[in-house]
């Protein structure tokens, strides 16, 4: 149990410095590609790395764990979000 603590916390650690190297990297690369450009591939980027986790991850999550029907709206919601703010960031 507390080695998967562990593991938990370096999981959010990576996660919390690849999110703080994507604002610099992004600024500096909005002054080359339009930001809409740029938000297309974050996403695309993404969306590919949460499908490849997606195909492993399947088989051994529990269905309690999944996302429902009444999980989409704010699933969609947020993602419309996150296409928006970097649009508006550049503005």
């Known amino acids: 149990m507390k080695n ?4 938990a916390v ?3 650690i ?6 703080a190297l994507n604002v610099p990297c992004s600024k500096l690369s909005l ?3 339009p930001p809409t450009f740029m ?12 499908g490849i986790m997606y195909v ?6 529990p269905a309690t ?3 429902e029907n009444k999980d989409m709206p704010y699933t969609v919601g947020m ?11 550049s503005v």
């Open 31 to 33: 002054e080359k590609i």
């Open 4 to 7: 998967e603590k562990v593991i």
């Open 79 to 89: 993602v419309l979000l996150d296409i928006i703010a970097p649009m508006l960031q």
């Open 39 to 50: 938000v297309a591939f974050l996403y695309l980027g993404a969306g590919i790395g949460v």
């Open 65 to 67: 764990e999944r996302l």
């Open 56 to 61: 492993f991850h399947h088989k051994h999550e």
């Open 14 to 19: 990576a996660a919390a410095v690849f999110y």
């Open 10 to 12: 370096c999981y959010a």
